[in-house]
C-alpha cells in the first residue's frame, strides 16, 4: 500500500513539476521575446534621434555658411584695419566650421553610446562658433569702413 501511495506521490510532482518546467520555459520564451523588442525599439528610437540631429547640425552648418558669406561681401565693402579684423574673423569662424564638419562626420560614424557623447561635443562646438558669429557680426556691424 505505501509503495502505491509512494509511486502516486511520484507521478503526481513528476507531472506537475513537468508543467512548471514548461511553463517557466514558455515563460521565459515570452520574457526573452518582450526583452528583445525593447531593446530594438529603444535602438530604433535612438536612431532617429541621432538621424534627427544630423539634419539639424546640417542645415545649421548650411545656414552659417550663408551667413559667413554675407559677412564676406561686408568684408569686401570695408577698408583699412576694419577689413583686416574681418577677414582675420571670417578665417576663424571658416576654421571653426571646418572643425564642426569633422565632427559631424565622427558623428554620423559613431554608434550606441559613443554617438551620445559626440552629441555633446558637437552641440557644444556649434554653441561656440554661433556665439563667435554672433560677437563677429555685432562688433562689425558698429565699425565704419
Same mark, same amino acid.
Do not use: N
Given at each position: 500500500?505505501?509503495?502505491?501511495?509512494?509511486?502516486?506521490?511520484?507521478?503526481? *510532482?513528476?507531472? #506537475?513539476?513537468? =508543467?512548471?518546467?514548461?511553463?517557466?520555459? #514558455?515563460?521565459?520564451?515570452?520574457?526573452?521575446?518582450?526583452?528583445?523588442?525593447?531593446?530594438?525599439?529603444?535602438?530604433?528610437?535612438?536612431?532617429?534621434?541621432?538621424?534627427? *540631429?544630423?539634419?539639424?547640425?546640417?542645415?545649421?552648418?548650411? #545656414?552659417? @555658411?550663408?551667413?559667413?558669406?554675407?559677412?564676406?561681401?561686408?568684408?569686401?565693402?570695408? =577698408?583699412?584695419?576694419?577689413?583686416?579684423?574681418?577677414?582675420?574673423?571670417?578665417?576663424?569662424?571658416?576654421?571653426?566650421?571646418?572643425?564642426?564638419?569633422?565632427?559631424?562626420?565622427?558623428?554620423?560614424?559613431?554608434?550606441?553610446?559613443? %554617438? =551620445?557623447?559626440?552629441?555633446?561635443?558637437?552641440?557644444? #562646438? %556649434?554653441?561656440?562658433?554661433?556665439?563667435?558669429?554672433? @560677437?563677429?557680426?555685432?562688433? *562689425?556691424?558698429?565699425?565704419?569702413?
Amino acid at each position: 500500500m505505501k509503495s502505491i501511495l509512494s509511486l502516486l506521490l511520484v507521478l503526481f *510532482f513528476s507531472s #506537475a513539476f513537468a =508543467t512548471t518546467t514548461e511553463d517557466v520555459s #514558455a515563460k521565459s520564451k515570452e520574457a526573452a521575446a518582450s526583452a528583445k523588442a525593447a531593446a530594438t525599439a529603444a535602438a530604433d528610437y535612438s536612431i532617429e534621434q541621432k538621424e534627427a *540631429f544630423q539634419k539639424e547640425m546640417d542645415l545649421k552648418i548650411d #545656414a552659417m @555658411k550663408v551667413e559667413i558669406a554675407t559677412m564676406k561681401d561686408d568684408a569686401a565693402k570695408k =577698408t583699412g584695419d576694419a577689413k583686416a579684423k574681418m577677414k582675420e574673423q571670417i578665417a576663424a569662424l571658416e576654421k571653426k566650421q571646418a572643425e564642426l564638419k569633422k565632427d559631424l562626420k565622427k558623428l554620423k560614424k559613431s554608434s550606441g553610446a559613443a %554617438w =551620445t557623447e559626440m552629441k555633446s561635443g558637437v552641440a557644444k #562646438a %556649434w554653441d561656440s562658433i554661433s556665439d563667435s558669429y554672433s @560677437k563677429a557680426k555685432t562688433e *562689425f556691424s558698429d565699425k565704419k569702413e
